[in-house]
Nanobody, 120 residues
Framework: VQLQASGGGLVQPGGSLRLSCTTSGLRLDAYAIGWFRQAPGKEREGVSCIRIYDGSSYHYESVKGRFTISRDRAKNTVYLEMNNLNSEDTGVYYC??????????????WGKGTQVTVSS
């Protein structure tokens, strides 16, 4: 099982980015994919999660209304559309997979992260 997060970069406050989590080696419909982030000096925190089978999604309060999570079953990929970014969104973003339900746990499948930096 492999998960690969991509799409990070440097963006100005108020800008947008779309992250991708490409998966292989698992039957995606049987899983939930979560996005997490870790800012420098802080603990990792959950951001958004989607149950692939029915598309049910969840977002932490700090990103509601700004972030959207979606999936493309044909491409085995989950996306995180991030809008109206601010400096508190800076961090390394990871995607992870857990069977059936949100949220993935530390002993589930994790990919390497992608850096998001929000700065003027």
């Amino acid at each position: 099982v492999q998960l690969q997060a991509s799409g990070g970069g440097l963006v100005q406050p108020g800008g947008s980015l779309r992250l991708s989590c490409t998966t292989s080696g698992l039957r995606l419909d049987a899983y939930a994919i979560g996005w997490f982030r870790q800012a420098p000096g802080k603990e990792r925190e959950g951001v958004s999660c989607i149950r692939i089978y029915d598309g049910s999604s969840y977002h932490y309060e700090s990103v509601k209304g700004r972030f959207t999570i979606s999936r493309d079953r044909a491409k085995n990929t989950v996306y995180l559309e991030m809008n109206n970014l601010n400096s508190e969104d800076t961090g390394v973003y990871y995607c992870a997979a857990r069977r059936s339900i949100c949220w993935p746990k530390p002993n589930d499948y994790w990919g390497k992260g992608t850096q998001v930096t929000v700065s003027s």
